[in-house]
């Protein structure tokens, strides 16, 4: 299994839909990010969390909530998506040291 | 707060040739620096990284990049590229301590031709 794990891999959903987006770890790292990916901008930090009750905005929040459920679980919701939300979504985690770990990816499309 | 400034968003280059990337960083404070790897429809995969120590740092698929804090630089270098090298490459930027994050670049497309 995947040390970091996200779920679905690709997703299509309608404008205005709810769509939560989840990544699980078992790396045991209490530090967990998203990001999104967009051609020609990079990786971008929406919601970052240093432990379980510790959640933080990222650069570009808006639009997005998280929950951190347990050490091991992170979940990104849109609470209604819209078009400039359709991305390829990342989540990682980190143990510190400068070692991070990615998971596979999230593939949105909202139409 | 610390950024990332690629300075390619592509760069074309023929098989066997040697390539650069280049990467500035800004940082207040210091820095761990890194280069990360996506190919097509894939995730992103760990090149190399900078944490301390020599500045000249060897990754995997034959690459290094050199830490060059005057200049604040961390640029990526092969010396021979072969059509597998087609990627996406990303710098990205963090600092050492509880509170860190981790900041990228817009990315190189790197296209290999014959």
């Known amino acids: 299994d995947a040390d970091v794990t996200q779920t679905p891999r690709n997703r299509i959903t309608k404008t205005g839909k709810r769509i939560m987006l989840e990544c699980s770890q078992t790396?045991?790292?209490?530090?967990m990010y998203w990001y999104r990916q967009d051609p020609g901008l990079g990786l971008r930090l929406i919601y970052y969390?240093?432990?379980?009750?510790?959640?933080n905005k990222g650069e570009i929040s808006d639009g997005y909530s998280v929950s951190r459920q347990a050490q091991a679980k992170f979940s990104l919701s849109l609470e209604s998506a819209i078009p400039n939300q359709t991305a390829l979504y990342f989540c990682?985690?980190?143990?510190?040291?400068?070692?991070?770990?990615f998971g596979s990816g999230t593939r949105l499309t909202v139409v | 707060a610390q950024s990332v400034t690629q300075l390619d968003s592509q760069v074309p280059v023929f098989e066997e040739a040697p390539v650069e990337l280049r990467c500035n960083y800004s940082?207040?404070?210091?820095?761990?620096l890194f280069w990360y790897v996506q190919y097509p429809n894939q995730g992103l995969q760990l090149l190399l990284k900078?944490?301390?120590?020599?500045?000249l740092v060897k990754g995997i698929n034959g690459f290094e990049a050199e830490f060059n804090k005057s200049q604040t630089s961390f640029h990526l270098r092969k010396p021979s590229v072969h059509i597998s090298d087609t990627a996406e490459y990303f710098c990205?930027?963090?600092?050492?301590?509880?509170?860190?994050?981790?900041?990228f670049g817009t990315g190189t497309r790197l296209q290999v031709t014959l």
């Open positions: 990205a930027v963090s600092t050492p301590g509880t509170a860190s994050k981790l900041t």
């Open positions: 969390s240093f432990d379980v009750k510790d959640i």
């Open positions: 940082s207040s404070v210091s820095v761990y």
């Open positions: 900078y944490l301390s120590g020599s500045t």
């Open positions: 990682a985690t980190s143990g510190g040291q400068g070692s991070y770990t």
């Open positions: 790396k045991g790292h209490d530090r």
